[in-house]
Every structure is written in C-alpha cells, then in structure tokens.
Nanobody
Framework: QVQLVESGGGLVQAGGSLRLSCAAS????????MGWFRQAPGKEREFVAH????????YYADPVKGRFTISRDNAKTTVYLQMNSLRPEDTAVYYC???????????????WGQGTQVTVSS
C-alpha cells in the first residue's frame, strides 16, 4: 500500500502561482511513476502530468505545458506540481497518484490521494 496526501491548494488570482505537494508513505516511493490529475466541477478527471521514478522524464498535458512543472524528491518521498501563470480554467481538485507504468490513463494508477482544491479567480 502507498498512502498519498496532497497539500498546497488554495485561492489565487489569475496569473499567480501555487506549488502543490504530495507526500507518500508505505511502499518504496522510488519504484513508482507519479502523476497529477485534476477534476473540475461537472467534468471528468483529467491527466495533468507525470514523472518517472528518477525524475528524469516528465510528460504534460497540452493545456499546462510551459506553465506547470512536475518534480519529485525521493529522499523526502514527495512529488510536487509547480503551477505558474494560473488561469480560471485551472480551477479544479488536484489529485496525485502512483502507478507502475508511464501513462495518462487514470485507470492504470494504483494509489490516489484525497485531493486538494485549487481555485483561480479572474
């Protein structure tokens, strides 16, 4: 089992920044790909970014490319999502997830956090 706890969400004005953190505990964190997803009200959960076990490979959804950065610190068993130039359409609950393969498909992630709310005002 892997337990994931997100933090860092909040209310920010458009153009601002937030950094989300996801602290992991349980099985060996460095064995897992880590992903961020988000779900806006009335919409399906969607892929945001993922990162491989070493942090050397990252992949982003088109809407966040160039604005968001995913990173991880295996010593701290934490994955981060730095979000810059935030837009109102980024408003959502953000979830981190752990899985064994690099994929944008949420069904292939085995463990999920409880989510953290990000609200971007215009």
């Amino acid at each position: 089992q892997v337990q994931l706890v997100e933090s860092g969400g909040g209310l920010v004005q458009a153009g601002g920044s937030l950094r989300l953190s996801c602290a992991a505990s349980g099985r060996t964190f460095s064995n897992y790909y880590m992903g961020w997803f988000r779900q806006a009200p009335g919409k399906e959960r969607e892929f945001v970014a993922h990162i491989n076990w070493s942090g050397g490979f990252t992949y982003y959804a088109d809407p966040v490319k160039g604005r968001f950065t995913i990173s991880r610190d295996n010593a701290k068993t934490t994955v981060y999502l730095q979000m810059n130039s935030l837009r109102p359409e980024d408003t959502a609950v953000y979830y981190c997830a752990a899985g064994m393969i690099p994929t944008t498909n949420m069904r292939h992630y085995d463990y999920w956090g409880q989510g953290t709310q990000v609200t971007v005002s215009s």
